[in-house]
Nanobody, 116 residues
Framework: VQLQASGGGLVQAGGSLRLSCAASGLTFRNYHMGWFRQAPGQEREFVAAISRPGFGDVRYYADSVKGRFTISRDNAKNTVYLQMNGLKPEDTAVYYC????????WGQGTLVTVSS
């Protein structure tokens, strides 16, 4: 299994970024998918989740990002996305995608840095 996250960068508070995560080595459409993040000195935390096809396009968000972040997926491209708007300095972290429940293969993640 490989989970390749990309799209991170440095952005000012209030800005936007769109993260992508390309999955390989698994039948992508069979899995619920999620985004997670880990800030410096913190434990990894859940950010957002999206159900797999046939489960009604259910999406969940952590309270801290609800209303600002949107998760989506393209099953033809084996890719899950995270649109992040209204970014805050506290969103600074390395962002990872994984299946739900998570596999052991977290990949490198992508760093998002939000300056105040």
């Amino acid at each position: 299994v490989q989970l390749q996250a990309s799209g991170g960068g440095l952005v000012q508070a209030g800005g936007s970024l769109r993260l992508s995560c390309a999955a390989s080595g698994l039948t992508f459409r069979n899995y619920h998918m999620g985004w997670f993040r880990q800030a410096p000195g913190q434990e990894r935390e859940f950010v957002a989740a999206i159900s797999r096809p046939g489960f009604g396009d259910v999406r969940y968000y952590a309270d801290s990002v609800k209303g600002r972040f949107t998760i989506s997926r393209d099953n033809a491209k084996n890719t899950v996305y995270l649109q992040m708007n209204g970014l805050k300095p506290e969103d600074t972290a390395v962002y990872y995608c994984n299946t739900l429940p998570p596999t052991d293969y977290w990949g490198q993640g992508t760093l998002v840095t939000v300056s105040s």
